[in-house]
């Protein structure tokens, strides 16, 4: 082989290589809002936590429901519930650093701007879970007499139907006919559902709305 074609063949390979992933540095992908995380400032009472707890003689039922919105972003107060089905509820201690978490969440948070709300890794052991059933009820028993915080988030699915225009077209007397097709449409929500609740002292069961 001649040496400018062999010459040709090293810088092609070498061109080729580096156009397939293997440069020496990577951009990093725009973001028009780069993430923000925000934590509770309350530092966290693992003690205070644990406590709270602890098995206790109250059993905690409840559901899960939420509605859909009307056009002003509102819950439309008539319209049917739509039950949590099959949906993991989360129950924390209210303690100070979760109350602070709580309150960071419904002021703070922006998931349009990618700005989240987190709990501290150790912080989040501190916890119960419970599965809601197909209705979107739930049950933890052996509460202890106090406040906790509930959430959830719920994804459900609302349908429609329109007509379609296709064309248009002419008769054999000169009138225009307009032609449309029947569509169906499917649109994905998820909405978040948190709730403080308290169970007082001397309940053997509490019931309660997570919506």
Same mark, same amino acid.
């Given at each position: ?5 062999? *010459? ?23 973001? !028009?809002?780069?993430? =923000?995380? %925000? ?8 003690? *205070?936590?644990?406590?709270?707890? *602890? ?13 859909? !919105? ?13 039950? *949590?089905?099959?949906?993991? &509820? %989360? ?27 987190? &709990? ?66 499917? &649109? ?17 069961? =509490?019931? &309660?709305?997570?919506?």
């Amino acid at each position: 082989m001649k040496p400018k074609a062999l *010459a040709f063949l090293v810088l092609f390979f070498t061109i080729g290589f580096s156009m397939t992933g293997f440069s020496q540095y990577k951009q990093k992908e725009y973001e !028009k809002y780069p993430e =923000v995380r %925000i934590f509770p400032q309350t530092p966290f009472d693992s003690l *205070a936590a644990k406590s709270a707890l *602890a098995e206790g003689t109250t059993t905690l039922t409840g559901v899960a429901f939420t509605k859909p !919105k009307n056009g002003f972003g509102f819950k439309a107060p008539l319209a049917n519930r739509i039950y *949590a089905n099959h949906i993991e &509820v %989360i129950l924390f201690p209210s303690t100070p650093y979760f109350v602070e978490w709580m309150d960071l969440k419904k002021h703070k948070e922006n998931l349009k701007k990618n700005k989240i709300v987190y &709990v501290d890794s150790v912080a989040y052991r501190y916890r119960l879970t419970c599965e809601t059933n197909g209705v979107g009820e739930f049950t933890f028993p052996k509460m202890k007499p106090g406040k906790y915080i509930l959430l959830g988030t719920l994804p459900w699915t609302n349908y429609g139907s329109y007509n379609k225009y296709e064309g248009s077209g002419y008769n054999n007397y000169g009138g225009q006919t307009d032609y449309y097709s029947r569509q169906n449409y499917s &649109v994905s929500h998820s909405d978040f559902l948190m709730q403080e609740i308290e169970i007082e002292p001397g309940k053997s069961e =509490v019931k &309660v709305k997570l919506k």
